[in-house]
Nanobody
Framework: VQLQASGGGLVQVGGSLRLSCSASGITFSRYAMGWFRQAPGKEREFVAVIIWSTSRTTTYADSVKGRFTISRDNAKNTVYLQMTNLKPEDTAVYYC????????????????WGQGTLVTVSS
């Protein structure tokens, strides 16, 4: 199983980035996909999750609601995180994760993790 996150980089305050996470080795459509992040010196925290089912139900952390959008393309085995109006406090390593038939904001519920991609927001 491999989850490959990409799309991170350096962006100015107010800018946008789109992260991608490509999955292999799993039946992607059976997994909820989540994004988490870990800022320097802090614990990893939940960002967003999209359910495995066709309802495409989503949940967001309050800190990103209205600015970030999670989506998925099952044909490409890929989940996305569109980030807009970025703030310095969004600076972190962003991780994608897969939760079999789940829909959770808790790290312990996830079965597989990607390696992370760094997002740096400069002011």
């Amino acid at each position: 199983v491999q989850l490959q996150a990409s799309g991170g980089g350096l962006v100015q305050v107010g800018g946008s980035l789109r992260l991608s996470c490509s999955a292999s080795g799993i039946t992607f459509s059976r997994y909820a996909m989540g994004w988490f992040r870990q800022a320097p010196g802090k614990e990893r925290e939940f960002v967003a999750v999209i359910i495995w089912s066709t309802s495409r139900t989503t949940t967001y952390a309050d800190s990103v609601k209205g600015r970030f959008t999670i989506s998925r393309d099952n044909a490409k085995n890929t989940v996305y995180l569109q980030m807009t109006n970025l703030k310095p406090e969004d600076t972190a390593v962003y991780y994608c994760a897969a939760d079999h038939y789940g829909y959770s904001r808790y790290e312990s519920d996830y079965d597989y993790w990607g390696q992370g991609t760094l997002v740096t927001v400069s002011s």
